[in-house]
């Protein structure tokens, strides 16, 4: 990369990078899978919460350890390519690309479905087509500005939870559901089995996917070194808050009796614990958080297509590799997430879910695994105690939890996901010329490049 050549712009701090993660994960999706996760695990949402954000808690670790070494704004694919093989960072780069692209797709196809409700004589297409032109200009316009209109939706969702939980103590009080707030119900109870638990944790899973997404923005914050605190905050701040509204939730509404639809409750759910006005009011914030997971998830998968596209060769490379010289964003990256968000026009929202999970799953292993490889074997930290339970213990524990979600997706999600995979793999034995012609990658950007060879450079001198 010359000098002339513009980069990612630095403008992110710590609590900007946690929004971003914030908004990305969608806090309201509590209430709108709520009725699904209900009857998956019989009545107890909140510990299959639980399940999850523990396995994600030991993979967030790795992905903090391991962007401290690679501040790229690859992720996954980064830390595999460099730590085992570029051909398979290319897969798990792939793999997890199905799920980063699907995301914006789901904002969009969430944000369709409200808008039909609220307008069912307007051609459907209409709101897809002005609804990703506006995400896709925010994306293009500088990540700040996306960051800022990320925070004030993010807000207002939080906001909204709250007055939730006020109106729900208050219909507690009043004898809904189980009475109480202290009660163990909504967390165990006779008939719970934890097969289904397991399998109710596969489900919301889907919504901690955007604290490793933080990853993606390490070539815009301003201090490199705030991404691993940032990772362990997201994921705590949201893991807080989808515990907490689902035992308050659960605890209000321990049966689906009485609702009209359960695949989607969240309506159902703001109707009964405060009236029409603050269903109207409830489904705003729903809206504003899809709006910011849109943003957020935008943002991060068309750096991760930037990266992966700066790491190759030819015109498709250096077309996604292109960072804008006035507003310093990855241009037609974001353009490319921006027409397959246009998919929310024809497809369904049932079998656009199906397929997500698989990749972010196989990106969760192999990020624990190379913290293995990288401390325990290449750097040899394995001499005592705490390097023995930092660099094996606590990853092997990630990838047995992350390994457990992932042999219990559901079908669909495994099927397309293996077809997505074989299609990476034909993809690479196509860009490798059937594995004769390396892959050449470059994990850093010129700016992180500098830096290094200044500190190399600094030591050699220091040794002579």
Not at 29 to 52: K, M, R, W
Not at 258 to 277: H, I, R, S, W, Y
Not at 333 to 352: D, Q, R, T
Not at 426 to 437: E, G, P
Request: hydrophobic share 50%; proline share 4%.
């Amino acid at each position: 990369m010359s000098q002339n050549t513009p980069r990612l712009k630095r403008s992110l701090g710590l609590w900007s990078i946690v929004g971003l993660g914030i908004g990305y994960m969608t806090l309201t999706t509590v209430f709108d899978t709520f009725g699904i996760v209900s009857q998956e695990t019989n009545g107890v949402v909140p510990t299959a919460y639980l399940v999850a954000l523990v396995a994600m808690v030991f993979t967030a670790i790795s992905y903090g350890r391991m962007t401290r070494v690679f501040p790229s704004s690859g992720s996954a694919y980064t830390y595999a390519s460099e730590t085992i093989h570029p051909n398979l960072g290319f897969l798990v780069g792939w793999t997890s690309l199905m799920d980063y692209l699907l995301l914006p797709l789901v904002n969009a196809l969430i944000v369709r479905i409200y808008m039909e409700s609220f307008f069912p004589d307007v051609p459907t297409w209409i709101w897809v087509v002005i609804y990703v032109a506006v995400i896709t200009l925010l994306n293009l316009w500088s990540m700040n500005s996306t960051s800022k209109v990320n925070g004030v939706l993010v807000i207002f969702s939080v906001i909204l939870i709250g007055v939730f939980l006020v109106l729900s103590w208050n219909a507690l009080q009043g004898g809904a559901g189980n009475g109480t707030i202290f009660t163990t119900q909504p967390f165990f109870h006779d008939g719970v089995d934890t097969g289904a638990v397991i399998s109710g944790a596969t489900v919301v899973c889907f919504s901690f996917i955007g604290f490793d997404a933080i990853t993606m923005y390490s070539e815009e914050a301003k201090d490199a070194n705030t991404v691993p605190k940032a990772i362990v905050l997201a994921l705590l701040i949201g893991g807080a808050v989808f515990f907490v509204a689902a035992w308050f939730s659960q605890a209000t509404f321990p049966t689906l009796d009485g609702f009209q639809n359960t695949d989607d409750t969240l309506p159902d759910m703001a109707l009964k614990v405060g009236g029409e006005f603050f269903k109207i009011l409830f489904t705003s914030a729903s809206l504003a958080a899809a709006v910011a997971s849109s943003l957020s998830s935008h943002a991060s998968v068309s750096r991760m297509i930037y990266v992966m596209g700066r790491n190759g060769n030819g015109v498709f490379s250096r077309f996604f590799g292109y960072v804008h010289p006035k507003t310093r964003t990855p241009f037609y990256a974001i353009l490319f997430v921006g027409a397959v968000s246009l998919l929310a026009i024809p497809f369904s929202l049932e079998f656009i879910s199906s397929m997500i999970n698989f990749g972010a799953l196989i990106a969760f292993t192999v990020v624990n695994l190379t913290v293995m490889i990288l401390f325990g074997f290449k750097k040899k930290e394995s001499r005592t105690p705490k390097q023995i339970f930092m660099n094996f213990v606590l990853p092997v524990i990630g990838m047995i939890l992350t390994g457990v979600l992932w042999v219990n997706l559901h079908a669909d999600a495994l099927t397309y996901g293996a077809i997505w995979l074989a299609a990476g793999v034909i993809v690479l034995l196509a860009i490798t010329r059937f594995f004769r012609r390396p892959l050449t990658i470059t994990m850093e950007d010129e700016e992180i490049a500098e830096v290094r060879a200044e500190e190399a450079a600094h030591q050699t001198a220091s040794t002579h």
